[in-house]
């Protein structure tokens, strides 16, 4: 039995589903929102975008109690935090970083998609670039 069949024992499929369309809708825009954050006209904008779907996918993946991903999700969310109260220029280092997390989302939506066991975290994406010295 895989993630998506635990979660349909616990929850209405119905929320199942809701949350695998909506995870899906923003595990598929992030890289986008990464990319951008090299884009200095539209930083700003990019990085509340994750901050806010890294925020949906901590609540909702709390709710339904996908623990790994509830707490890499949490532990993204308070980064973009500490991004969002700087005005430096994002550095290359936290972007690569952040492309990572979002291959570690994606191949979540795969297992859950194809109901396997969610995907052990990759434990080099729990080592943070310097976000308090973002320079050029």
Same mark, same amino acid.
């Given at each position: 039995?895989?993630?998506?069949?635990? *979660?349909?024992?616990?929850?209405?499929?119905?929320?199942?589903?809701?949350?695998?369309?909506?995870?899906?809708?923003?595990?598929?825009?992030?890289?986008?929102?990464?990319?951008?954050?090299? @884009?200095?006209?539209?930083?700003?904008?990019?990085?509340?975008?994750?901050?806010?779907?890294?925020?949906?996918? @901590?609540?909702?993946?709390?709710?339904?109690?996908?623990?790994?991903?509830?707490?890499?999700?949490?532990?993204?969310?308070?980064?973009?935090?500490?991004?969002?109260?700087?005005? @430096?220029?994002?550095?290359? !280092?936290?972007?690569?970083?952040?492309?990572?997390?979002?291959?570690?989302?994606?191949?979540?939506? !795969?297992?859950?998609?194809?109901?396997?066991? *969610?995907?052990?975290?990759?434990?080099?994406?729990?080592? *943070?670039?310097?976000?308090?010295?973002?320079? *050029?």
């Amino acid at each position: 039995m895989g993630v998506r069949s635990d *979660l349909e024992a616990s929850f209405d499929f119905d929320i199942v589903d809701e949350f695998f369309d909506h995870y899906t809708m923003m595990v598929e825009s992030m890289e986008v929102m990464i990319i951008d954050l090299s @884009k200095p006209t539209i930083q700003r904008r990019s990085i509340n975008e994750l901050f806010r779907v890294f925020h949906n996918i @901590k609540s909702a993946s709390g709710y339904l109690q996908l623990s790994s991903m509830n707490k890499l999700a949490s532990f993204v969310e308070d980064a973009l935090e500490i991004l969002r109260a700087t005005q @430096k220029p994002i550095t290359q !280092e936290t972007i690569d970083w952040l492309l990572n997390i979002s291959d570690m989302f994606a191949k979540w939506q !795969e297992d859950i998609k194809f109901d396997n066991e *969610l995907s052990k975290i990759n434990f080099s994406l729990l080592k *943070l670039p310097d976000l308090e010295q973002q320079t *050029l």
